[in-house]
């Protein structure tokens, strides 16, 4: 008959009146509290607590929007890179690195979201142009490319075009080098339509005088120069007036100052002095040469792009506020000015002259029991310090190193508890509490070793117990070999095969 192992149909209970433990599916119905391990299949809880009873928490670090990272354990945020549920910015491209590639390579897309590193191509290989010195370069399958035919002179600013086809917008500059032959004095050139021009007779309101008033622009009004008062240009102030709309398809160049009363829509637009209007929509650039002014009497919408950027902070002016304060959001998109952070406002440190600063519920905050003097570089702790790690001394003059260790044994074999590199110091101080909490007993024991080539001598000076000893200490040194370094080796040779807990606070004293 085989054995079976104990059941109980409807679970189990402790107490009376009874405490359910278990139910019949044999899941654990009341609370879990023990200083070792829980193995299970499946763990449900209606709350998870840390061992000292404080419930466990899963909060993000750094602020809204930032990305995790693990800090030594913790979740914190990492500054500058944030998602917005739909935008990830990973702040300045200072701080954006991908590695790969070589000097001067250039990131390419495979056209379906696949990146890779590729050499930048070139004409003359390496970027370098095409053709022979003087000749404009152009897109020649995909290198550079240039031809005898087109050829510009920077001495003289003069480009020379075999044939000249513009279908858009063509700035040869300066006039006085631009040179057309063929023609009379007067004539104009006139294009039929489709690309080609020829010299006729200029036109013009009689005998190609201007048509309009004085500064009006000129346009051609069915064959004839026609002028307008809503569209006047004053050469004193260099100034363009438009009363109504402006439609530009291409290109526009101010190199004065632009007035137009309702909106204007541009492609480009480069302005060297002001521009004035009630709405601009503008496809694809504004620039604002050294001396333009851009004066925007209404809203500055710049929602929709990709990439607002304004330059050197010095050279952007926002008026209101104080001295000191700073531009705070409210979270929606809108900005205000706000008193800086910090202990006295305006972002200076809180508390009195030599203490040290720390983040005080959003504010700097400090404390006289925690000061650092410039003079003689000395911090002062007056309350508590808490350390994992504490070393006296730096560098040559570095004397000690204190630690904190935690091990565990359960048999009553020779147990080593930790090892410590020994290359390089002269002793080590052992303080070891070890608890048996099976048989409840506790021993302190004190112990000193010092270290000399592969020579190690201690001696266990104080030891004392409670309700009896829980195991017997020795000290060891490993020589170790080209692969492991010295080692002194710890062991306890425990009295019972208890689970018995070792807190162990070791010194280091360097050679």
Do not use: C
């Not at 569209?231 to 009363?243: A, E, K, P, Q, R």
């Not at 205000?336 to 600063?357: F, K, L």
């Amino acid at each position: 008959m085989a054995a079976e192992l104990f059941n109980s149909l409807a679970g189990f209970s402790v107490g009376i009146p009874p405490v359910p433990v278990t139910d019949a599916n044999g899941n654990i119905v009341t609370n879990v509290f023990t200083s070792g391990n829980v193995t299970a299949a499946n763990i449900y809880a209606n709350a998870y607590k840390w061992a000292n009873g404080q419930v466990f928490t899963g909060t993000a670090g750094g602020n809204n929007t930032q990305l995790q990272f693990n800090n030594n354990g913790s979740f914190a945020g990492i500054p500058n890179v944030t998602w917005d549920g739909s935008n990830l910015s990973l702040g300045s491209i200072t701080n954006v690195k991908i590695l790969g590639g070589v000097d001067g390579y250039v990131l390419q897309t495979d056209g379906t979201g696949n990146l890779a590193w590729t050499a930048q191509t070139g004409g003359g290989g390496n970027g370098s142009p095409g053709g022979s010195n003087l000749q404009v370069q152009f897109n020649n399958a995909g290198l550079f490319g240039g031809s005898p035919n087109f050829v510009f002179n920077s001495s003289t600013n003069a480009l020379n075009v075999l044939n000249l086809n513009t279908t858009g917008t063509a700035n040869l500059g300066d006039v006085a080098n631009v040179t057309i032959l063929g023609g009379s004095p007067n004539y104009v050139l006139q294009t039929d339509g489709t690309g080609n021009l020829s010299w006729v007779l200029g036109g013009g309101g009689s005998g190609g005088e201007p048509g309009g008033s004085n500064t009006s622009i000129q346009f051609n009004s069915n064959g004839s120069f026609g002028g307008t008062s809503n569209l006047t240009f004053n050469s004193v102030t260099n100034t363009l007036n438009l009363n109504g709309n402006a439609n530009i398809l291409q290109n526009l160049e101010v190199l004065g100052n632009i007035n137009v009363s309702d909106n204007i829509y541009a492609s480009n637009i480069s302005l060297n002095r002001s521009l004035t209007t009630t709405n601009a929509t503008i496809s694809t650039n504004l620039v604002l040469n050294p001396s333009a002014v851009f004066n925007a009497y209404g809203n500055v919408n710049t929602a929709s792009s990709p990439n607002v950027n304004l330059g050197s902070l010095s050279n952007i002016h926002i008026s209101g506020g104080s001295d000191g304060y700073v531009l705070s959001t409210d979270g929606l998109g809108n900005l205000s000015w706000s008193v800086g952070g910090g202990g006295g406002g305006n972002g200076s440190p809180g508390g009195a002259n030599t203490q040290i600063q720390f983040n005080n519920a959003g504010s700097f905050g400090a404390s006289p029991y925690l000061t650092f003097n410039s003079a003689t570089n000395t911090m002062t702790v007056a309350g508590n310090l808490v350390a994992n790690v504490i070393t006296i001394g730096s560098g040559a003059y570095q004397f000690s190193t204190s630690n904190v260790y935690f091990a565990t044994s359960i048999t009553t074999a020779n147990t080593p508890l930790l090892s410590f590199p020994a290359n390089s110091i002269s002793g080590l101080d052992f303080v070891i509490i070890g608890t048996d909490n099976t048989a409840g007993n506790r021993q302190i024991s004190k112990i000193t070793a010092v270290f000399y080539d592969t020579t190690v001598n201690y001696t266990e000076f104080n030891t004392i117990n409670v309700n009896g000893p829980v195991g017997n200490y020795v000290v060891s040194y490993v020589p170790g070999n080209i692969i492991t370094p010295p080692q002194a080796i710890l062991s306890v040779v425990p009295l019972t095969n208890h689970m018995t807990v070792y807190k162990i606070q070791i010194t280091a004293y360097q050679a």
